[in-house]
Protein backbone atom coordinates (compact mmCIF):
# COMPACT_ATOMS: atom_id res chain seq x y z
CA UNK A 1 0.00 0.00 0.00
CA UNK A 2 0.97 3.32 -0.82
CA UNK A 3 2.47 5.24 2.70
CA UNK A 4 1.87 8.25 0.63
CA UNK A 5 -2.23 7.06 0.50
CA UNK A 6 -2.26 6.14 3.94
CA UNK A 7 -0.80 8.99 5.39
CA UNK A 8 -3.32 11.70 3.75
CA UNK A 9 -6.07 9.30 5.20
CA UNK A 10 -7.59 9.67 8.66
CA UNK A 11 -6.56 7.18 11.17
CA UNK A 12 -10.65 6.05 11.73
CA UNK A 13 -11.03 5.31 7.53
CA UNK A 14 -7.93 3.45 7.57
CA UNK A 15 -9.33 0.89 10.32
CA UNK A 16 -12.43 0.48 8.48
CA UNK A 17 -10.57 -0.25 5.83
CA UNK A 18 -8.69 -2.89 7.28
CA UNK A 19 -11.95 -4.12 8.09
CA UNK A 20 -13.16 -4.14 4.93
CA UNK A 21 -9.57 -6.14 3.84
CA UNK A 22 -10.34 -9.07 6.45
CA UNK A 23 -13.98 -9.25 5.54
CA UNK A 24 -13.01 -9.84 1.77
CA UNK A 25 -10.63 -12.27 2.55
CA UNK A 26 -12.88 -14.61 4.47
CA UNK A 27 -15.38 -13.92 1.57
CA UNK A 28 -12.91 -15.52 -0.85
CA UNK A 29 -11.42 -17.86 1.50
CA UNK A 30 -15.04 -19.24 2.39
CA UNK A 31 -14.23 -19.21 6.11
CA UNK A 32 -17.23 -19.77 7.96
CA UNK A 33 -17.56 -17.83 11.22
CA UNK A 34 -17.07 -19.82 13.95
CA UNK A 35 -20.16 -21.10 16.09
CA UNK A 36 -21.66 -19.82 19.74
CA UNK A 37 -20.57 -22.30 22.18
CA UNK A 38 -22.93 -25.02 23.59
CA UNK A 39 -24.12 -24.47 26.57
CA UNK A 40 -23.16 -27.15 29.18
CA UNK A 41 -25.16 -29.31 30.63
CA UNK A 42 -24.84 -31.24 33.83
CA UNK A 43 -24.97 -35.04 33.87
CA UNK A 44 -27.66 -35.01 36.66
CA UNK A 45 -30.12 -32.79 34.80
CA UNK A 46 -29.44 -35.56 31.35
CA UNK A 47 -30.26 -38.17 33.48
CA UNK A 48 -33.22 -36.42 34.55
CA UNK A 49 -34.61 -35.53 31.08
CA UNK A 50 -33.81 -39.23 29.53
CA UNK A 51 -37.62 -41.13 30.64
CA UNK A 52 -37.00 -44.15 32.54
CA UNK A 53 -38.96 -47.28 30.96
CA UNK A 54 -40.75 -48.40 35.04
CA UNK A 55 -40.08 -52.07 35.93
CA UNK A 56 -43.61 -54.47 35.47
CA UNK A 57 -42.65 -55.78 39.31
CA UNK A 58 -46.93 -56.57 39.55
CA UNK A 59 -47.03 -58.18 36.15
CA UNK A 60 -44.34 -60.59 36.79
CA UNK A 61 -45.46 -61.72 39.94
CA UNK A 62 -48.59 -62.90 38.55
CA UNK A 63 -47.37 -64.41 35.24
CA UNK A 64 -45.11 -66.37 38.09
CA UNK A 65 -48.47 -67.11 40.20
CA UNK A 66 -50.47 -68.29 36.94
CA UNK A 67 -48.16 -70.69 36.31
CA UNK A 68 -47.50 -71.80 40.00
CA UNK A 69 -50.86 -72.12 41.22
CA UNK A 70 -51.83 -75.17 38.36
CA UNK A 71 -48.46 -77.05 39.36
CA UNK A 72 -49.74 -77.16 42.92
CA UNK A 73 -52.80 -77.98 42.09
CA UNK A 74 -52.14 -80.84 39.84
CA UNK A 75 -49.77 -81.88 42.71
CA UNK A 76 -52.34 -81.86 45.41
CA UNK A 77 -54.60 -84.09 42.95
CA UNK A 78 -51.77 -86.85 42.19
CA UNK A 79 -50.99 -87.21 45.99
CA UNK A 80 -55.10 -87.39 46.33
CA UNK A 81 -55.34 -90.22 43.71
CA UNK A 82 -52.23 -92.54 44.70
CA UNK A 83 -52.96 -91.81 48.39
CA UNK A 84 -56.37 -91.61 49.29
CA UNK A 85 -57.81 -92.01 52.74
CA UNK A 86 -58.96 -95.55 51.85
CA UNK A 87 -55.43 -97.09 51.99
CA UNK A 88 -51.99 -97.21 54.06
CA UNK A 89 -50.40 -93.79 53.25
CA UNK A 90 -47.17 -95.42 51.92
CA UNK A 91 -48.98 -97.94 49.77
CA UNK A 92 -50.92 -97.72 46.63
CA UNK A 93 -54.84 -98.53 46.04
CA UNK A 94 -55.16 -102.15 45.22
CA UNK A 95 -56.36 -100.99 42.08
CA UNK A 96 -53.16 -100.16 41.21
CA UNK A 97 -50.90 -102.84 42.87
CA UNK A 98 -49.25 -104.52 40.29
CA UNK A 99 -49.69 -102.35 37.40
CA UNK A 100 -46.67 -100.60 36.27
CA UNK A 101 -47.03 -96.37 37.24
CA UNK A 102 -46.37 -95.56 34.28
CA UNK A 103 -48.55 -97.85 31.96
CA UNK A 104 -51.77 -97.14 29.90
CA UNK A 105 -53.87 -99.32 32.65
CA UNK A 106 -52.67 -97.23 35.64
CA UNK A 107 -53.09 -93.82 33.79
CA UNK A 108 -57.13 -95.28 33.08
CA UNK A 109 -57.38 -96.21 36.76
CA UNK A 110 -56.48 -92.97 38.00
CA UNK A 111 -58.76 -91.03 35.50
CA UNK A 112 -61.92 -93.63 35.79
CA UNK A 113 -63.96 -92.21 38.76
CA UNK A 114 -64.55 -94.58 41.40
CA UNK A 115 -67.41 -95.06 43.55
CA UNK A 116 -67.30 -94.11 47.45
CA UNK A 117 -67.74 -97.51 49.26
CA UNK A 118 -71.38 -96.51 50.63
CA UNK A 119 -72.15 -97.24 46.36
CA UNK A 120 -70.12 -100.54 47.42
CA UNK A 121 -72.07 -101.90 50.44
CA UNK A 122 -75.65 -100.24 48.42
CA UNK A 123 -74.73 -102.65 45.22
CA UNK A 124 -74.04 -105.82 47.59
CA UNK A 125 -77.69 -105.27 49.55
CA UNK A 126 -79.45 -104.33 46.66
CA UNK A 127 -77.90 -106.23 43.88
CA UNK A 128 -76.59 -109.16 45.44
CA UNK A 129 -79.38 -109.44 48.18
CA UNK A 130 -78.50 -113.47 48.30
CA UNK A 131 -75.00 -112.53 48.75
CA UNK A 132 -73.75 -112.67 52.35
CA UNK A 133 -70.47 -110.64 54.01
CA UNK A 134 -67.54 -112.59 56.33
CA UNK A 135 -64.29 -111.32 57.81
CA UNK A 136 -63.37 -113.78 55.53
CA UNK A 137 -64.78 -112.49 52.57
CA UNK A 138 -63.32 -113.08 49.02
CA UNK A 139 -61.08 -110.50 48.14
CA UNK A 140 -60.45 -108.97 51.88
CA UNK A 141 -56.87 -110.95 51.65
CA UNK A 142 -55.39 -111.09 55.47
CA UNK A 143 -59.54 -110.51 56.40
CA UNK A 144 -62.51 -108.36 56.53
CA UNK A 145 -62.20 -105.37 59.09
CA UNK A 146 -65.41 -103.70 59.60
CA UNK A 147 -63.67 -100.80 61.30
CA UNK A 148 -61.43 -100.03 58.63
CA UNK A 149 -62.24 -99.30 54.69
CA UNK A 150 -62.88 -101.97 52.49
CA UNK A 151 -62.22 -102.52 48.91
CA UNK A 152 -65.04 -102.19 46.58
CA UNK A 153 -63.69 -105.55 45.58
CA UNK A 154 -65.17 -107.40 48.57
CA UNK A 155 -68.78 -106.32 47.28
CA UNK A 156 -68.01 -107.06 43.66
CA UNK A 157 -67.99 -110.77 44.89
CA UNK A 158 -65.76 -111.77 41.97
CA UNK A 159 -67.59 -109.95 39.45
CA UNK A 160 -65.98 -107.41 37.22
CA UNK A 161 -68.29 -104.47 37.90
CA UNK A 162 -68.07 -100.85 35.85
CA UNK A 163 -68.70 -98.79 39.05
CA UNK A 164 -69.71 -95.92 37.08
CA UNK A 165 -72.53 -98.02 35.33
CA UNK A 166 -73.62 -99.13 38.69
CA UNK A 167 -74.19 -95.99 40.99
CA UNK A 168 -76.09 -94.75 37.43
CA UNK A 169 -78.41 -97.97 37.35
CA UNK A 170 -78.89 -97.64 41.57
CA UNK A 171 -79.58 -94.07 41.41
CA UNK A 172 -82.06 -94.74 39.21
CA UNK A 173 -83.48 -97.94 40.06
CA UNK A 174 -83.27 -97.91 43.76
CA UNK A 175 -81.98 -94.16 44.77
CA UNK A 176 -83.75 -94.83 47.87
CA UNK A 177 -82.46 -97.35 50.55
CA UNK A 178 -83.69 -97.24 54.14
CA UNK A 179 -82.16 -99.74 56.59
CA UNK A 180 -84.12 -101.07 58.86
CA UNK A 181 -85.39 -103.51 61.58
CA UNK A 182 -88.66 -105.51 61.86
CA UNK A 183 -88.97 -104.82 65.54
CA UNK A 184 -87.73 -101.33 65.71
CA UNK A 185 -90.92 -99.02 66.07
CA UNK A 186 -88.99 -95.94 64.85
CA UNK A 187 -88.00 -98.14 61.50
CA UNK A 188 -91.94 -99.19 61.27
CA UNK A 189 -92.97 -95.17 61.83
CA UNK A 190 -90.32 -93.87 58.87
CA UNK A 191 -91.23 -96.74 56.63
CA UNK A 192 -94.92 -95.84 57.19
CA UNK A 193 -94.44 -92.40 56.48
CA UNK A 194 -92.46 -93.04 53.20
CA UNK A 195 -95.37 -95.40 52.14
CA UNK A 196 -97.88 -92.33 52.80
CA UNK A 197 -95.55 -91.06 50.09
CA UNK A 198 -96.73 -93.28 47.35
CA UNK A 199 -92.99 -93.35 45.54
CA UNK A 200 -91.91 -94.42 42.69
CA UNK A 201 -89.26 -96.38 42.49
CA UNK A 202 -90.75 -97.37 46.02
CA UNK A 203 -88.02 -97.57 48.73
CA UNK A 204 -85.65 -100.73 48.96
CA UNK A 205 -86.06 -101.69 52.48
CA UNK A 206 -83.30 -103.57 54.17
CA UNK A 207 -84.39 -105.60 57.08
CA UNK A 208 -80.99 -105.92 58.46
CA UNK A 209 -82.14 -107.83 61.65
CA UNK A 210 -83.01 -110.91 58.95
CA UNK A 211 -79.48 -111.58 57.56
CA UNK A 212 -77.00 -113.44 58.23
CA UNK A 213 -74.36 -110.80 58.27
CA UNK A 214 -76.43 -108.14 60.12
CA UNK A 215 -73.99 -107.30 62.79
CA UNK A 216 -71.28 -106.65 60.11
CA UNK A 217 -73.73 -104.39 57.69
CA UNK A 218 -74.27 -102.34 60.67
CA UNK A 219 -70.96 -102.12 61.93
CA UNK A 220 -69.89 -100.33 57.98
CA UNK A 221 -72.75 -98.70 57.71
CA UNK A 222 -71.92 -97.09 61.29
CA UNK A 223 -68.63 -96.33 59.78
CA UNK A 224 -70.16 -95.06 56.25
CA UNK A 225 -72.68 -92.71 58.01
CA UNK A 226 -72.02 -91.90 61.32
CA UNK A 227 -75.31 -93.33 62.89
CA UNK A 228 -75.31 -96.67 64.69
CA UNK A 229 -79.34 -96.59 65.09
CA UNK A 230 -82.14 -97.93 62.50
CA UNK A 231 -83.50 -96.95 60.24
CA UNK A 232 -81.06 -95.42 58.63
CA UNK A 233 -82.36 -93.56 55.59
CA UNK A 234 -79.71 -93.21 52.57
CA UNK A 235 -80.64 -91.20 49.81
CA UNK A 236 -78.38 -91.13 46.50
CA UNK A 237 -75.83 -92.73 48.60
CA UNK A 238 -76.17 -89.99 51.73
CA UNK A 239 -77.72 -90.83 55.10
CA UNK A 240 -80.79 -88.26 55.91
CA UNK A 241 -81.14 -89.45 58.82
CA UNK A 242 -83.58 -91.44 60.84
CA UNK A 243 -87.11 -91.47 61.87
CA UNK A 244 -86.64 -87.77 63.72
CA UNK A 245 -85.05 -86.36 60.86
CA UNK A 246 -87.28 -87.94 58.57
CA UNK A 247 -90.22 -86.60 60.34
CA UNK A 248 -89.22 -83.07 60.87
CA UNK A 249 -88.61 -83.18 57.08
CA UNK A 250 -91.66 -83.85 56.79
CA UNK A 251 -93.70 -81.55 59.25
CA UNK A 252 -91.78 -78.78 57.89
CA UNK A 253 -92.54 -79.48 54.09
CA UNK A 254 -88.79 -79.68 52.84
CA UNK A 255 -89.51 -84.00 52.49
CA UNK A 256 -91.21 -84.07 49.72
CA UNK A 257 -88.91 -82.19 47.21
CA UNK A 258 -86.08 -83.61 48.50
CA UNK A 259 -87.52 -86.76 47.40
CA UNK A 260 -88.48 -85.41 44.19
CA UNK A 261 -85.39 -83.76 43.43
CA UNK A 262 -83.48 -86.85 43.87
CA UNK A 263 -85.62 -88.43 40.62
CA UNK A 264 -88.43 -90.08 42.58
CA UNK A 265 -92.06 -89.16 41.98
CA UNK A 266 -94.45 -88.49 44.60
CA UNK A 267 -97.63 -89.90 43.65
CA UNK A 268 -99.61 -89.75 46.74
CA UNK A 269 -101.52 -85.84 47.97
CA UNK A 270 -99.31 -84.70 50.19
CA UNK A 271 -100.48 -82.38 52.89
CA UNK A 272 -97.98 -80.32 55.21
CA UNK A 273 -99.13 -80.58 59.16
CA UNK A 274 -99.74 -77.23 60.34
CA UNK A 275 -97.42 -76.01 62.88
CA UNK A 276 -99.33 -75.10 66.11
CA UNK A 277 -98.16 -71.64 67.12
Not at 139 to 148: E, I, Q, T, Y
Amino acid sequence: MDKSFCANRPPDAFRNSQHDDVQAARVRTHVPPAPPPRPRVRKSKLKAQIPVRPRNINGRRLRRRRLLYPLLAGSALLLFLFFSSSHDLLSLPPALQGLHPLSRASIAHLVRPRADEISGLLYFVTQRPDAVLSLESAGAGVGLDPAKPIDLKVYEGGDKVDWTKAVKMMNAETPLVVFSKTYCPYSKRAKELLKNYDLVPAPKVVEVDLRDDGDLIKAILTRLTGRSTFPNVVLLGKSIGGSDQLSELHREGKLKALLEVAGLKVQADIKVPERQS
